[in-house]
């Protein structure tokens, strides 16, 4: 399966191109218009495209002497269909039409039909003019939209039959048991994970007490801060932290400070820290907060609590003692505390206070009862999985790039702890190629092509050296 489906049949031209798909590309949409030279090329893509890569694949087409046509298709998720729809018309008389459709699998990109990447199935039809003047409605239907100029037009479903069976190219590739190494270095990345600070820790464990106005940067701000009320993002909230004293360790990490585990096991990239699959399995226990022994034990103690009346009571004196407290020191400090704290008969407004403190101590409790949040917070961290959008090239091409570029900078280092760096500069010497030499997509490119071969010196592959780069 080959770019070689995109051909124009002897003595036609291409009059009309029509192509749907959720994904494009520039290399693709260049292949199209330089081997069809349509009259008119019109492109369907799911809204989700990016504007860049649209200027890109027109700037592309245009070089070819085709303007492209562009529409966005919406659905509840994603306009998965992929359809590649085409009108020729005879160059001499009789000026006969003939009208092709090609369906399958294949995104509009050069993974899909190049022949060199993706194991895809596509079927091939051409169409009867007479027969299948229904299928041809639809896509006249969808080709009208672009001549439209109303916002959204609506493309209805159909069910068609084709009045011929279609030839269907069926792809080659290797089947494998799931216990197998990555078959490239692509799919070594796509199967790893994503290392995401967990967000939700602040809020956790704490009240948040909204104030009348914003606390400025003075002796009010300090008032706050010597009895436990630290600001937030916000200037006009600050939070308790109800199980903290005040020689407690902190729960929050700071943002910059890198684990060890880190700086030896991931890989920046725009996306997040990735972590092989293997290395997370292997490691996961280490891959955790600095302050997540602390977090759990505030977490048990919460957990252990939750029934007793005499504890809840105690934790809630003890917030509104220090709300008291700053109460008391804003007056002494010839500071109208009703500026900042709501008032009930011109003192502190006990009740609602406690109120809030109550809310707050049970939404936490649920919290605290739920495996997945508690394993979350307690970590520190979230391990997603590399979302899956390789078919998206452009974005894929991305994330590769800013891969790579992390492994050049720390090569560039005196001294790293990335492990990756250590296994992708062996790698890299016995092709006689310093990491130096290299830019993030050469080094790409060499990875991708040494991924299978023999290691020089050690009885295993290259991809096999480097999917063991945690050891």
Known sequence: MSFELLNVPEGFKTSVALIVTPYVDPDFMKKLAQELRPERLCLLVDEGVRRADLNKISAECRNYGTELEIRLGRAKQLVHMKAFYFEYLREEAPRNRRRR?????????????????????????????GKDSELAEYFDTILASFDSDSAIVKIDKASIDLS?????????????????????????????VLAAQYRNSPQFLTVSVPLRKSLPQDLVAKIFANRQFAEETKRNVVRFGYLNSSDAAPVDDDDETKPQWKSRYAVWTHLGDWISEDCYEEHAEVMKSKTSDVRKVKVDELRA?????????????????????????LVVSNVNPTHYLQADANDLAVAGYGDRFDR???????????PEFRERFIRGYEFPDVPRFRQDTAAWESFVRSWCDSVLVEAAKNRTNSLVTHRIAEVVATAQITLDDLSAKKLAELLRKLWNKPFTDRECTVGEWMTMYWQ
């Open 360 to 370: 707050k101590l049970e939404q936490d409790m649920l919290l605290a009862n739920d």
């Open 305 to 329: 609590n939750a029934e007793l009346a005499q504890w809840k009571d105690a934790k809630r004196t003890n917030f509104l003692s220090s709300l008291g407290q700053v109460w008391e020191d």
């Open 164 to 192: 011929k069976q279609p030839s269907l190219l069926l792809p080659g590739f290797k089947c494998m048991a799931p216990d197998k190494l990555p078959s490239g270095f692509d799919t070594w990345l796509q199967r790893g």
């Open 101 to 129: 459709l090609l369906f399958g699998s294949a995104n509009a990109t050069y993974a899909g039909f190049s022949g060199k990447s993706n194991a895809e199935l596509i079927a091939d039809v051409d169409l009867s003019i």
